[in-house]
């Protein structure tokens, strides 16, 4: 069975930066996309930042600049680099894959604290 382990998250500093991680226990090859989603106490969960398995790559507005989303094939890996990091940026991060037009599957969640 395939999944998804995300790690990398911890407590940080504004303006500080983290990396987080999404291991694929399998081949990242099944998936078309990969994404980082999180979600912040009282929010909903949004989409943070994905990337195609051709490599294209789009990032919600908040982030951009400050985020940058990657995968290493060889490594069944996805990257989220995180800089300039801001207290609104604290939230529950989780990795996430589609494949075709219905299989979705999710990381367990790596939490992101940044704070002073």
């Known amino acids: 069975q395939v999944q998804l382990v995300e790690s990398g998250g911890g407590l940080v500093q504004p303006g500080g930066s983290l990396r987080l991680s999404c291991a694929v226990s399998?081949?990242?090859?099944?998936?078309?996309?990969m994404g980082w989603y999180r979600q912040a106490p009282g929010k909903q969960r949004e989409l943070v930042a994905a990337?195609?398995?051709?490599?294209?790559?789009n990032y919600v507005n908040s982030v951009k600049g400050r985020f940058t989303i990657s995968r290493d094939n060889a490594k069944n890996t996805v990257y989220l680099q995180m800089n300039s990091l801001k207290p609104e940026d604290t939230a529950v991060y989780y990795c996430?894959?589609?494949?075709?037009?219905?299989?979705?599957?999710w990381g367990q969640g790596t939490q992101v604290t940044v704070s002073s």
């Open positions: 996430n894959g589609r494949a075709g037009l219905s299989y979705v599957l």
């Open positions: 399998g081949s990242i090859a099944m998936f078309n996309t």
């Open positions: 990337i195609t398995s051709g490599g294209s790559t």
